[in-house]
């Protein structure tokens, strides 16, 4: 089954203990991003990956990191989470090659809670 | 760079009734459009999209949109609602040009609620 798969699905940390959210697609996609969904103001691109190796700036980068070693695999890492990182995550791929004009495939989606 | 517009934050309809949720961008060409739909504690599913052709689009579970070049609107609609179609619903809009390929901007979100 084609699908964005995301690890893990609810976390509940403490301000500044570093964590990752690993996310993979098999769709064979080049393009990966990641998103936060918060109340009124809908998603918000973070970081996202044109291809292996490539990958720059969202709307909301501060605060994250990612890297794009492998074409299936974006993970999103938070050095130092601080409260206001409390969100829920989405990552997205979708396929530049086959005129799919971007449409986004989208993960479950992972609900992060920075104490 | 490109806006979306969501203006109503929530709509309460009647099972059976209709429902238009309207949807306002901002772009500097024809963008490419897209309605995604968030269950309670789901991720978001593609109900439609517009790239070009018929201003008419069909999607999935009876949605419909229409894309409306003058008014800068790509609004939804579905003629009768069902109960299970109580949700999050998000328009956006993804930039056509190269260097901006798949950035999708997001409207807030307009919350559906459907009473029995």
């Known amino acids: 089954e084609a699908q964005v798969t995301q690890n893990p699905r609810y976390l509940i940390t403490v301000t500044g203990k570093k964590l990752t959210v690993t996310c993979s697609q098999n769709?064979?996609?080049?393009?990966m991003s990641w998103y936060r969904q918060d109340p009124g103001l809908g998603l918000r691109q973070i970081y996202y990956?044109?291809?292996?190796?490539?990958?720059d700036k969202g709307d909301v980068p501060e605060g994250y990191k990612v890297s794009r070693k492998e074409k299936r695999n974006f993970p999103l890492i938070l050095e130092s989470p601080s409260p206001n990182q409390t969100s829920l995550y989405f990552c997205?791929?979708?396929?530049?090659?086959?005129?799919?004009?971007?449409?986004?495939?989208f993960g479950p989606g992972t609900r992060l809670t920075v104490l | 760079a490109q806006s979306v517009t969501q203006p109503d934050i929530h709509i309460t309809v009647s099972e059976g009734a209709s429902l238009e949720l309207r949807c306002n961008y901002s772009?500097?060409?024809?963008?490419?459009l897209f309605w995604y739909v968030q269950s309670p504690g789901q991720g978001l599913q593609l109900l439609l999209k517009?790239?070009?052709?018929?201003?008419l689009v069909q999607g999935i579970k009876g949605f419909e949109a229409e894309f409306k070049r003058s008014q800068s609107s790509f609004n939804l609609r579905k003629p009768s609602v069902h109960w299970s179609d109580a949700a999050e619903y998000f328009c956006?809009?993804?930039?056509?040009?190269?260097?901006?390929?798949?950035?999708?901007?997001f409207g807030a979100g307009t919350q559906v609620v459907v009473t029995p």
């Open positions: 990956s044109m291809n292996v190796e490539v990958t």
């Open positions: 956006a809009v993804g930039a056509v040009e190269t260097d901006s390929w798949g950035k999708l901007q």
């Open positions: 517009y790239f070009s052709g018929d201003t």
């Open positions: 772009y500097g060409a024809t963008p490419y």
């Open positions: 997205a791929s979708s396929d530049r090659r086959t005129g799919s004009y971007n449409e986004q495939f």
């Open positions: 769709m064979n996609h080049e393009y």
